[in-house]
């Protein structure tokens, strides 16, 4: 276990989770993730006896589903953490033990380089600087009832967000009904028939990471309608294809990145999707961001510099945030 790795553990732990003697710790993982889970432990036992692993079935992209059927045993626990391959943090069980008071960080450990992703940098960003260059574009964004994005490259895409509010990712779970996440983002659960315009894909494929060339993309009524037919294009359609769901082309959430340690190359999903300078569309289920959308599943596409806009003001422009 390299140092790193456990250095990362560490702050999941200490700093994000800020876990207490004789709370009960459950770290969900799979078997790709052992060496992770078993830092995770380390360090919360440091503090606590009360530490449960469990492993789920590996590579399921629908592990959504296993882990709502999973509800009453996850209500027994004050602390959760999906260490998971991907994210669980939209399924209506992490919306149900958040209102039980329990807190959840959604810890998805994906990466394509074969580096664990706690040993990443961008794990150092300090919440704190987070949250403050967030403060005035979460304030905007919940004073809009929509929001427009355009980037060099040509994207110009209209989302709604009336009655939904935008929140923050900053690590943070160490409160009673806390939701966290190690993607340090601004997200809106956004309205699920109000995504409209043509987007140009030239970030990350989520999971899959960087396409080798950029991809067209038409959003229509809520939903990804046309996908250029290039050979990064066709390998995205494949990939939504095989969830099994027409849920998944749901444009469910907006997402704004705000870690400045992060760099979007395509070797991990949470550092793309979270890199300051970049948003992102959360594809599929919106559940526990605020939405009403359930689907087989949650993955992101991510794009470079936009300019943001929340109603008719420029919260974020080419990429560099300008409402802080």
Known sequence: MSSKMQKGADIVIHRWCQLKRREKLLIITDHSHLRESAALQKSAEIID?????????????QAGTLFDSMLEFLLSNDVIIGATNYSLITTRAVREVLTHGSRYLSLPLSTNNGRSMLAFDFMGMDPEEARRCSANMIHYLNESDTVRITTPLGTNLTFGKKGRTAGLFHGMASHPGQVGSSSFEVYIGIEETKTNGHA??????????????????????GRLVSIEHNESGIFLQDYMERFGDPGIFVAGELGIGLNKKSRCLGNCYIEDESTYGIFHIGMGRNLALGGVHDAAGHFDLVFHSPTIYAGDVVI?????????
Request: proline share 7%.
């Open 49 to 61: 006896d009360f530490v449960v692993t469990i492993v789920i079935p590996e590579n399921c992209t």
């Open 200 to 221: 140009v894909l030239d970030g990350s494929m989520g999971y899959v990471g960087r396409p080798p060339e950029h991809i067209q993309l038409e959003f229509r009524d």
């Open 316 to 324: 974020m422009k080419d990429g560099l945030v300008v409402a802080s």
